[in-house]
């Protein structure tokens, strides 16, 4: 695999001197995008160039564009269609607003789980040049022969490493076979496991790597702590602290459950929530982000499902009111705020018996998290032990009142 220069160009001015085509140029610069972000800028010319890529970079850096642009004026020069696979619907109809953005004369179609099979027999026979699909509903449409790849041209497999998770490996050997070799295939993953080393061996033509950032980074205007807290109090600590943020909170669940009694208990609080989850309908889950976006929700509860799902600006603040199964989805999760370089905070919490969790999530980021202690809720009341304990957790010191070797911070300070 050729590997593209480590150290990153200054970024450009503008889209201009990438490759794209005049027409394409104009509408960025209609929808006001102004400056690629580093993905972009490096993705974009060598994918015009027809070239197979793997793009390493964490979640909010602008990847479906990095892929979008060069699938659409390459598809304009040539024959054939695109094929772009996602892991959740969400994602395909995050990636579907955006495409449509670019060029609103391109016929699409969008295959995901939860939707009408009718609605996406008739979008396929109006021969769409790119469809978006999660891995299931494409195969349901492939046994059916609604749909066949022998025309693809171009693929891509957005968010790879998160399809794997889901159990898609099955099914993306299936579809892989089926798609002619002589294509181009771009892959994007926030993290770069031994699964995809072998698709990209197996699957692409001498791919070019990118990496932005190394596997497991974070933005660099996230900011996070970690509150020790006991399952019991957790309900009682989130009261306090959506009431000290104003703003929208992502809200992570472990469970679907847990996600359905959390929204529950923050509309007792008095805020306006919604929830996301497997076992919410596709319409359900459409109004809940829609809501979400315009304001008429400013808290979204959600299950990991929705985790890359999720695009959208402004977010103030995660919590993960439920640490993650995975410490990748860690990753993931609080990448949902501080988008494409704006600030954003993460809070987290964690039960005393959760510090090889906490100890993992580090450890793929290489950093610490600071442990907070909320003004109103002393740690001895959260966790009903002493401060030693607390030490413990983590291996650190813990000394109340000031900073102890950087790691202890005072919640909510003004001055954040």
């Known amino acids: ?59 909010g850096t602008g990847k479906t564009m990095a892929f979008g642009i060069p699938m659409i004026q390459r598809l304009a020069a040539k024959e054939g269609r695109g094929l772009i696979l996602v892991p959740t619907r969400e994602l395909a109809l995050q990636v579907h607003q955006s495409l449509h953005k670019l060029s609103p004369n391109t016929k699409y179609a969008v295959l995901i789980g939860g939707a009408s099979m009718h609605n996406q ?170 809501g979400f976006k315009s304001g008429k929700y400013r808290i979204l509860v959600a299950t990991d499902i929705a985790a890359r799902g999720i695009d959208v600006r402004g977010i103030e603040l995660v919590i993960n009111y439920d640490l993650p199964d995975e410490a990748e989805n860690y990753v993931h999760r609080i990448g949902r705020t501080g988008r494409i370089g704006h600030k954003g905070h993460a809070i987290s919490f964690a039960t005393p018996e959760q510090g090889k969790e906490v100890k993992n999530i580090e450890k793929l980021m290489r950093m610490a998290i600071p442990i907070s202690e909320h003004p109103e809720m002393p740690l001895e009341k959260l966790i009903d032990v002493k401060p030693q304990v607390v030490a413990s957790f983590s291996g650190r010191h813990f000394s109340r009142g000031r900073r102890s070797r950087g790691f202890i911070s005072s919640a909510f300070r003004k001055s954040r």
């Open 121 to 290: 027999i008739q979008e396929l026979r109006r021969h769409p040049r790119i469809i978006i699909a999660t891995p299931g509903r494409l195969i349901d449409h492939m046994e059916q022969r609604y749909v066949f790849l022998d025309e693809v041209k171009i693929l891509v497999l957005d968010e790879a490493d998160r399809m794997l998770d889901m159990g898609f490996a099955p099914q993306i050997n299936i579809i892989l076979k089926k798609i002619p070799r002589d294509r181009q295939t771009m892959l994007f993953s926030a993290t770069m496991p031994d699964q995809i080393m072998r698709i990209a061996a197996r699957h692409m033509k001498l791919p070019v790597s990118i990496e932005i950032a190394k596997s497991g980074t974070v933005a660099e205007k996230i900011t996070q702590e970690v509150f020790i807290v006991k399952k019991e109090a957790k309900r009682q600590l989130l009261q306090k602290i959506l009431a000290q943020y104003h703003g929208t909170v992502l809200i992570f669940s472990r469970t679907k459950i847990n996600a359905w009694k959390i929204t529950r208990a923050i509309r007792d609080m008095g805020h306006k929530a919604a929830e996301i989850h497997a076992d919410r309908t596709l319409g359900q889950r459409r109004e809940a982000l829609d």
């Open 1 to 59: 695999m050729h590997q593209h220069p480590a150290s990153e160009p200054p970024v450009q001015a503008s889209f201009y001197g990438l490759g794209i085509a005049p027409q394409m140029l104009e509408t960025l610069t209609r929808h006001n995008f102004k400056v690629p972000t580093p993905i972009q800028q490096k993705a974009i010319p060598i994918a015009i160039a027809g070239k197979d890529v793997v793009g390493i970079a964490q979640t």
